[in-house]
């Protein structure tokens, strides 16, 4: 299947501090790239639905200047954590679609904020 | 919006034996039904998908079944090995491009 990779893997940030995260369809282009965020034991949560050279949708209840995202090429999404508490302390995963209509996921950024 | 619900949450079964999971949905419109497995500190990886105008599909010892009238679709693992044990999610989707709705997901534990 399709390659998707997400870095950094794991990050631990003060809070109040901003973390990157990026997401690279390796072998295919992505004109959509969606942003997940998982808590622990539970399914994955839709936050934003980025499209390559246009703003990102996002879901009701995920502020977007919170969670700014980008979608600067077909290949590459990031996903950058303003000003980060403790309560945003989760796994961030982002998925590629291909032009099929197939989603695969990254492994996935346990991002932890002291 | 489209509901997924899937049972049971978690499942035990022992090596060999067969596990089913089981998802419902709620929109007519949703055409396309993917499982992902997770491993604990990973992403989801895509196992096995099925599109509304097939009844059944199956790779190796992993099968879906879709039943359109009811809402439903199954995954079907048999022969499981312990590296089966993973969480399971099921997901709908209306069309390639539409977001995807996620079921709560499925703690399989394969006991050796």
């Known amino acids: 299947g399709a390659v998707v990779s997400q870095h950094p893997s794991r990050v631990i940030c003060k809070s109040g501090t901003s973390v990157k995260i990026e997401c690279r369809s390796l072998?295919?282009?992505?004109?959509?790239m969606f942003w997940y965020r998982q808590f622990p034991k539970q399914s994955l949560m839709l936050m934003a639905t980025?499209?390559?050279?246009?703003?990102?949708?996002?879901e009701q209840g995920v502020e977007k200047d919170k969670f700014l995202i980008n979608h600067a090429s077909l290949t590459l999404s990031t996903l950058t954590v303003t000003s980060a508490h403790p309560e945003d302390s989760s796994f961030y995963i982002c998925s590629a679609r291909t032009s099929g209509g197939w989603e695969f996921f990254g492994p996935g950024t346990r991002l932890t904020v002291l | 919006g489209e509901n997924v619900e899937q049972h049971p949450s978690t499942l035990s079964v022992q090596e060999g034996d067969s596990a089913v999971i089981k998802c419902t949905y709620s929109d007519s419109a949703s055409n396309y039904f993917p499982w992902y497995k997770q491993e604990l500190g990973k992403g989801p990886q895509l196992i096995i998908d099925i599109r509304s105008n097939v009844g059944e599909k199956k790779d190796q010892r992993i099968a879906v079944t879709l039943n359109k009238t009811a809402k439903h679709f199954s995954l079907h693992i048999t022969e499981t090995q312990p590296e089966d044990s993973a969480v399971y999610f099921c997901?709908?989707?209306?069309?390639?491009?539409?977001?995807?709705?996620f079921g709560t997901g499925t703690s399989l534990t394969v006991i050796p």
């Open positions: 072998d295919f282009q992505a004109t959509t």
């Open positions: 980025s499209n390559e050279g246009s703003k990102a949708t996002y």
């Open positions: 997901a709908a989707s209306m069309d390639t491009g539409n977001q995807f709705y």
